[in-house]
T-cell receptor, first 114, second 112 residues
Framework: KAGVTQTPRYLIKTRGQQVTLSCSPISGHRSVSWYQQTPGQGLQFLFE???????NKGNFPGRFSGRQFSNSRSEMNVSTLELGDSALYLC?????????????FGEGSRLTVL | SQKIEQNSEALNIQEGKTATLTCNYT??????LQWYRQDPGRGPVFLLL?????KEKRKERLKVTFDTTLKQSLFHITASQPADSATYLCALGYSSASKIIFGSGTRLSIRP
């Protein structure tokens, strides 16, 4: 069974631009979570989607947004990029929201903002 | 807000010894706690789950304990091997529907 797939793996943007990252969860998984990972802050929770609805949200500004499609694929968008947005963005899926099951992570999208 | 602390940024252990990693949290005890392994440039990989009503869980050379009085989880790797070198993350969930939040991780190095 294919794992969680994130695209693109690497990208470089400049300040003020926007970026869209994509995540395809494991087949049958309906919950998708996004995390930002930086050396200084570690893994920070962005948001979680289940059945096309945002169920949980972390403490990030409104420039960070996401959505989930009917096939459970998810996208996150960051607008008006800042240097501090440079990070590894990780997507994780699990079967459903209402359990304590393990998260399956993708390899991440590494964003560099110049 | 909840704060999660994992012991020292890096831990160096001699091969064959037991590595013990610590995860401490403040405020309310989580409903469950998970441990993940992350290799450089890769996403975290799930290792073990322990619930609030469980004291200990084992899986092969791995053991996790959960002490809600001390607000602490310990993660042990027995008979450590250089291949165990990685960053280990603890993660807390406060209900089945809540977000899972992560500690900053401990980088473990096993020297031959």
């Amino acid at each position: 069974k294919a794992g969680v797939t994130q695209t693109p793996r690497y990208l470089i943007k400049t300040r003020g631009q926007q970026v869209t990252l994509s995540c395809s969860p494991i087949s049958g998984h309906r919950s998708v979570s996004w995390y930002q990972q930086t050396p200084g802050q570690g893994l920070q929770f962005l948001f979680e989607y289940f059945s096309e609805t945002q169920r949980n949200k972390g403490n990030f500004p409104g420039r960070f947004s996401g959505r989930q499609f009917s096939n459970s694929r998810s996208e996150m968008n960051v607008s008006t990029l800042e240097l501090g947005d440079s990070a590894l963005y990780l997507c994780a899926s699990k079967v459903r929201q209402g359990n304590a099951g393990e998260l399956f992570f993708g390899e991440g999208s590494r964003l560099t903002v110049l | 807000s909840q704060k999660i602390e994992q012991n020292s940024e890096a831990l160096n252990i001699q091969e064959g010894k037991t590595a013990t990693l610590t995860c401490n949290y403040t405020n309310y005890s989580p409903a469950y706690l998970q441990w993940y392994r992350q290799d450089p440039g890769r996403g975290p990989v799930f290792l073990l789950l322990i619930r609030e009503n469980e004291k200990e869980k084992r899986k092969e050379r791995l053991k996790v304990t959960f002490d809600t009085t001390l607000k602490q989880s310990l993660f042990h790797i027995t008979a450590s091997q250089p291949a165990d070198s990685a960053t280990y993350l603890c993660a807390l969930g406060y209900s089945s529907a809540s977000k899972i939040i992560f500690g900053s991780g401990t980088r473990l190095s096993i020297r031959p």
